[in-house]
Nanobody, 130 residues
């Protein structure tokens, strides 16, 4: 059993910042990447960011590029999401997920799909409102 736990959500005013944390633990597993997704009411789950342990590289969804930063520690199976310049449209439940799939080369775009992840957290609410 693998547990994925997110923390750090809350209410913030437009233009503000929040930092989300995620830790995965449990039975032995080898993660290839950890990512963040979000889902607003009535909308599909949206890719936010992924940290790939191979090469320590990151990718972002178009709507958060330049505002959000993902970082993490492979040895601890932890990942963080620093969110700056928050907008009301960033309001959603944010989910952390772990992928054991190792995509090579340009195939890394596979991490943009929720189906590439094996373990998910319960989610943490982020609300951006004045």
């Amino acid at each position: 059993q693998v547990q994925v736990v997110e923390s750090g959500g809350g209410l913030v005013q437009p233009g503000g910042s929040l930092r989300l944390s995620c830790a995965a633990s449990g039975r032995t597993f080898s993660s290839a990447a950890m990512g963040w997704f979000r889902q607003a009411p009535g909308k599909e789950r949206e890719f936010v960011a992924v940290r790939r342990w191979s090469g320590s590289t990151s990718s972002y969804g178009d709507s958060v590029k330049g505002r959000f930063t993902i970082s993490g520690d492979n040895s601890q199976n932890t990942v963080y999401l620093q969110m700056n310049s928050l907008k009301p449209e960033d309001t959603a439940v944010y989910y952390c997920a772990v992928s054991t799939t190792r995509y090579l080369g340009a195939a890394y775009v596979g991490y943009f799909q929720p189906t590439s992840y094996d373990y998910w957290g319960q989610g943490t609410q982020v609300t951006v409102s004045s």
